[in-house]
């Protein structure tokens, strides 16, 4: 079956750690994207990538960093910057950046203990 | 500023009681409407895309229709397992994103 998976589905961090969420799909999209979910907002971007080695900053990119290698991952760090990074993370693709429908993984929730 | 606004926040719905939700937006240059469904603890999950004024969509229970600056949701009869949060997103030309509205957490009770 095609589709997005992110993990892991729950992630801990404590202050002053980088972590990183994993996003992969098998949809052979070539836009993939990293949003932000928070209770009572919309989500928000936080970086995009269109093609493989090449990404953009969102709204909200302070704080996280991704990487695209190869076309099926686009994995977010979530660095000691980010004063406030409890929230649902949620990666979405599509087949091109634009209006075309973005598809989301099942998100992961970070929480800083 | 392009800004997306649904309403009403929650709202909550009997078994078989047909309402609407609504999707209001100022976007400079509209190039496509999205609803998704949300579950608690879930991704969205895509429901409709509507391009321009006028456009109808259906699928089961829903009937999502689109004007020059709002949409809506219109859910017909619905039943306990439609209860989910409903989010609207519209593509912006000028900034070239989408951009979400907070959703609106629709709960129905037998």
């Known amino acids: 079956d095609g589709g997005i998976t992110q993990s892991p589905k729950y992630l801990f961090r404590k202050e002053g750690q980088n972590v990183t969420l994993s996003c992969e799909q098998n949809?052979?999209?070539?836009?993939m994207y990293w949003y932000r979910q928070d209770p009572g907002q919309g989500l928000r971007l936080i970086y995009y990538?269109?093609?493989?080695?090449?990404?953009q900053k969102g709204d909200i990119a302070e704080g996280y960093s991704v990487s695209r290698e190869k076309k099926e991952s686009f994995p977010l760090t979530v660095t000691s910057a980010q004063k406030n990074p409890t929230a649902f993370y949620l990666c979405?693709?599509?087949?091109?950046?634009?209006?075309?429908?973005?598809?989301f993984g099942p998100g992961t929730r970070l929480t800083v203990l | 500023e392009d800004q997306v606004t649904q309403s009403p926040e929650a709202l909550r719905l009997q078994e078989g009681e047909s309402s609407s939700l609504n999707c209001s937006y100022t976007?400079?240059?509209?190039?496509?409407l999205f609803w998704y469904r949300q579950d608690p603890g879930k991704g969205p999950e895509f429901l409709f895309t509507?391009?321009?004024a006028g456009e109808e969509k259906e699928k089961e229970r829903l009937k999502a229709t689109l004007t020059k600056k709002e949409s809506f949701l219109h859910i017909t009869a619905p039943k306990p397992e439609d209860s989910a949060t409903y989010l609207c997103?519209?593509?912006?030309?000028?900034?070239?994103?989408?951009?979400f509205g907070a959703g609106t957490r629709l709960a129905v009770h037998p």
């Open positions: 979405a693709s599509s087949s091109e950046r634009g209006t075309d429908t973005q598809y």
């Open positions: 949809l052979n999209h070539d836009a």
């Open positions: 990538s269109q093609i493989v080695n090449d990404f």
């Open positions: 976007v400079s240059g509209l190039r496509g």
């Open positions: 509507l391009y321009s």
């Open positions: 997103a519209v593509f912006s030309g000028g900034y070239n994103k989408l951009i």
